[in-house]
């Protein structure tokens, strides 16, 4: 099995930074994409961003110029680097990767952490 352990949530100030970290570890060959997602009181989850094995990287509209999505393969981590935060940045912050737990796994398996909250005062 595989589990993804999230850090680095808190509260903070409109115009302040956080930093997100998310571990996977457990049965582990290789990490396909790894994804932030978030989810406000009363709203949908959205996707945040997102970044494949190769580094290419995706953002919602909503946080483009601000965040930042990178990925420590050796580590099996994924990271949210968050600047500029305004109060409708809150919420519950949830990682996800597609983790090939094997050679022959080629589409993976989705795993979700337990999230971290995300709280900005205005």
């Known amino acids: 099995q595989v589990q993804l352990v999230e850090s680095g949530g808190g509260s903070v100030q409109a115009g302040g930074s956080l930093r997100l970290s998310c571990a996977a570890s457990g049965t582990i060959f290789s990490i396909n994409v790894m994804v932030w997602y978030r989810q406000a009181p009363g709203k949908q989850r959205e996707l945040v961003a997102l970044i494949t094995s190769a580094g290419s990287t995706k953002y919602a509209d909503s946080v483009k110029g601000r965040f930042t999505i990178s990925r420590d393969n050796a580590k099996n981590t994924v990271y949210l680097q968050m600047n500029s935060l305004k109060p409708e940045d809150t919420a519950v912050y949830y990682c996800?990767?597609?983790?090939?737990?094997?050679?022959?796994?080629?589409?993976?398996?989705?795993?979700w952490g337990q999230g971290t909250q995300v709280t900005v005062s205005s």
């Open positions: 996800n990767a597609n983790v090939r737990t094997s050679s022959t796994s080629y589409a993976g398996e989705d795993y």
